[in-house]
């Protein structure tokens, strides 16, 4: 049987913590963001989890996480 392989978008979107949770970047973080108050621009840095009503749908993109 061969090996599955991880989707290559989904790695570049996802990242896995050393718990085995999944995490994401917030929305609306990429650009534009010269307008936002502090507290905004605080709230979309670093990393959240992911919903729980994607984890199947990630747990496909990652067999082996």
Do not use: C, Q
């Not at 994401?24 to 621009?41: L, Q, Y």
Request: aromatic share 6%; glycine share 6%.
């Amino acid at each position: 049987m061969p090996k599955l392989k991880t989707s290559k978008s989904a790695s570049k979107r996802f990242k896995i913590s050393s718990k085995g949770k999944r995490m994401r970047r917030p929305v609306n973080s990429g650009h534009f963001n010269a307008k936002d108050s502090g507290t905004e621009r605080r709230k979309k840095l670093g990393t959240i989890n992911t919903n729980a009503s994607n984890e199947n749908d990630l747990a496909n993109l990652f067999p082996y996480a």
